[in-house]
């Protein structure tokens, strides 16, 4: 009878919000699902007054099976709870007409699942996809007309049944298999015609004997309003309040709609959305005016017009994934990579022709990184993976008479050992001899002769990077022998630092539990910005602490790349999903050293028969700062609180879920401890 957004995720959790509040509510029941397993697919129907959410995917039975199964969930209490309905094993299949029909495929069974949560199998007369079925698909607008999808891993055959889902009759197939488990679909406009979605989309007859594909992936790039993006995850229809229908079909590159069964297509996403996702940002050190976004399945983008208020607009110069984004000569000229080449931009800020060359290793991150030579802006360095000798190589890219040629360096990161990548590389800026080279196997390696000779080191105990990007890296403007480098840190800190080369580390703490995915530091050495996905964090070296300046009022979304640009003095931030963000610090606060040193915190979790608390003992009276996280990292709530001589018990605020961090800090900035109460 009330209105209340429900959100479902992978992982799988669920959440609620009802209106006028501000904190989603994680649903209970799905627990043990947490421990291993995920969604596959998620619907919805009303019947007798009463909302129904039904899960499908996968989880471990602990049980005498011990395996991993098929499973079936389900909320009855507007997705506050859910409840565990069915273990089965074999093809999976969910579908609802949104009222009275829910029907599940379990192994070789078709049964619909009745308001009291049983399986009632249906009489059907083939039993095909049972047998060879790698995925399988079921659509259709009503419980009367019904199609299945089966894809084998080389073709997909279809089924329609117009009786109730009793008998089902082949009528076609197509040689592509399915994008998502939600690529199939009908429209409910007076076409009905069947969607089918792969790399690209296709329409069927009514009966899906005769499929068309409604255009090339290709042709996207000459007509991105007419013509569909690539990657086609979902269609969705809808009966709008005119009696027409109107279907969204989604694709990695935005939502188009078509009123006509896919016949003509319109792309309701080329502007006014703000939600790009940006692996990196690169602004132009002499024409600030003039910025370079890599983009996922956006491709390389570009500004040459800063607006002064609002955002910025973009253009697509080229699509497709592009990242490390980083020139030789202040931007004039820019290097990029895709998954799969190296790109060069000869005159980046104008326009003009650019240059690939193709990757020559193997097993290399899918995003491998760059680092541009400062005395050549015609050479970079690719940290790649297996070479054809099978060892891991950094490799040279150099640009001459409009062409790339790739050469490798000669030594082994890999040291002997196959299947390693480079998961970072920098060269100082003010020391060019100087770099640094991070591997996955926690190795970093130092060079002082230009990439010459080099010394193992080894990289902080546990701190892996991003499965695809790799870690972060980078070195302070003004000593080269002082380096940095983030990963990830869930239980333990997410950045350290060494001041001799990467010969020893200490941690920078007190950043809540993330990943790091991009560092970078201010021309005077002070500040460190981090991206993660936690949000974007400042660390000041006088006071010896992290801020999170997406409090600042940047969005919630994971950070992966942070420029700092000398000409503007500002941290240049690229989301995942709401664009480019710019923090600008400000005048630097002098840290008395007295009030460093005599102001101390001593913080410890308690249970009291009132509730969770926690307990802050000072050196000497003052005042902290609380800030309140969630186990993902995120920050819920920040209070201040006054501290006189003795320990201050503190509660955890009520509207605040179990399991949440509090971060102490005293007035100066420093960490005091964090804990769970």
């Known amino acids: 009878g009330g209105t209340r957004l429900i959100a479902v995720g992978q992982s799988p959790r669920s959440y609620w919000l009802d209106p006028g509040e501000t904190i989603w509510q994680q649903a209970s029941g799905q627990e043990e699902w947490q421990r291993w397993g995920s969604v596959r697919r998620a619907v919805a129907c009303t ?4 909302l129904e959410i039904y899960l499908m995917g996968s989880e471990w039975d602990y049980g005498v099976a011990w395996k991993g199964r098929g499973v079936l969930y389900r909320s009855i209490d507007s997705g506050a709870s859910y409840q565990r309905l069915h273990w089965f094993d074999g093809a999976q299949a969910l579908w609802t007409d949104g009222a009275e029909n829910v029907l599940l495929i379990h192994g070789d069974t078709l049964s619909a699942v009745r308001t009291d949560g049983t399986l009632e199998p249906i009489t059907v007369s083939s039993m095909a996809w049972a047998e060879g079925t790698r995925s399988l698909l079921l659509a259709g607008t009503s419980i009367d007309e019904l199609m299945l999808a089966l894809y084998d891993g080389k073709k997909t055959l279809f089924k329609l049944s117009d009786d109730g889902a009793q008998r089902w009759e082949e009528t076609g197939e197509i040689e592509i298999g399915p994008f998502h488990a939600e690529s199939f679909g009908r429209t409910t406009d007076a076409s009905a015609t069947w969607l089918y979605g792969g790399v690209e989309a296709w329409r069927g007859d009514a009966i899906g004997s005769t499929w ?78 003039v910025v370079g976004a890599g983009a996922q399945d956006q491709g390389f983008q570009r500004s040459r017009v800063d607006p002064g208020q609002g955002a910025r607009e973009f253009d697509q110069l080229i699509s497709g994934d592009y990242a490390r984004l980083v020139s030789g000569d202040n931007g004039h000229s820019l290097w990029c990579v895709y998954p799969g080449f190296t790109l060069y931009w000869p005159d980046f800020e104008n326009g003009g022709a650019r240059v690939g060359q ?18 050549s802006p015609y050479d970079v360095y690719l940290g790649g993976g297996r070479g054809a000798d099978s060892g891991t190589r950094v490799y040279k890219y150099h640009y001459e008479g409009s062409t790339l040629s790739v050469d490798s360096l000669p030594h082994d990161f890999g040291n002997g050992t196959s299947n ?14 100087t770099w640094y080279v991070v591997t996955s196997e926690g190795a970093v390696w130092a060079s002082a002769t230009g990439g010459a000779t080099w010394i193992r080191r080894s990289r902080p105990d546990g701190l892996d990077g991003h499965y695809f990007g790799g870690n972060a890296l980078a070195t302070d403007p003004r000593n080269a022998q002082t380096v940095f480098i983030g990963g990830q840190g869930y239980n333990k800190p997410a950045v350290w630092m060494s001041q001799d080369g990467a010969e020893s580390w200490v941690p920078l703490e007190g950043l809540p539990p993330c990943l790091v995915l991009g560092l970078d530091v201010s021309t005077d050495g002070r500040l460190i910005a981090a991206a993660t996905d936690a949000g974007a964090y400042i660390y000041d070296t006088e006071a010896q602490a992290w801020t999170d300046v997406t409090q600042l009022g940047a969005p919630d979304q994971n950070y992966w790349h942070v420029d700092w640009v000398p000409p503007l003095g500002e941290f240049r931030f690229s989301t995942y999903g709401r664009g480019l963000w710019s923090f600008t610090p400000g005048a ?19 249970l009291t028969p009132t509730g969770a608390a926690v307990q802050i003992t000072p050196s000497t009276p003052g005042s902290a700062l609380l800030r309140w996280y969630d186990a993902g990292g995120r920050q819920l709530f920040s209070e201040s609180v006054t501290l006189g001589t003795q320990p201050l018990l503190h509660r955890r605020p009520s509207h605040l879920p179990p399991g949440s961090m509090v971060v102490v800090s005293d007035d100066a900035g420093r960490v005091g401890g964090a804990v769970t109460p």
């Open 47 to 50: 019947r007798g007054g009463r």
């Open 420 to 433: 390693i990548q480079v998961t970072a590389i920098t060269i100082a800026q003010n020391a060019p001899d």
């Open 212 to 289: 068309t594909k409604i255009n090339n992936w290709g042709a996207y790039y000459a007509d991105p309003v007419n013509k569909l993006h690539a990657d086609i995850p979902a269609f969705a229809s809808f009966v709008m309040k005119n009696g027409k229908g109107l279907t969204f079909i989604c694709t990695d590159g935005g939502i188009y709609t078509t009123i006509d069964g896919g016949k003509t297509v319109r792309n309701i996403s080329m502007s006014g959305l703000n939600t790009a996702q940006y692996y990196g940002s690169y602004t132009s050190r002499d024409n600030v005016d």
């Open 358 to 375: 193709d990757f020559v290793h193997r097993q290399a991150m899918w995003l491998p990184p760059l680092a541009v030579d400062p005395r």
């Open 588 to 606: 630097p606060v002098s840290v008395r050293e007295d009030r460093r040193v005599s102001f101390r915190l001593h913080v410890e979790g308690r």
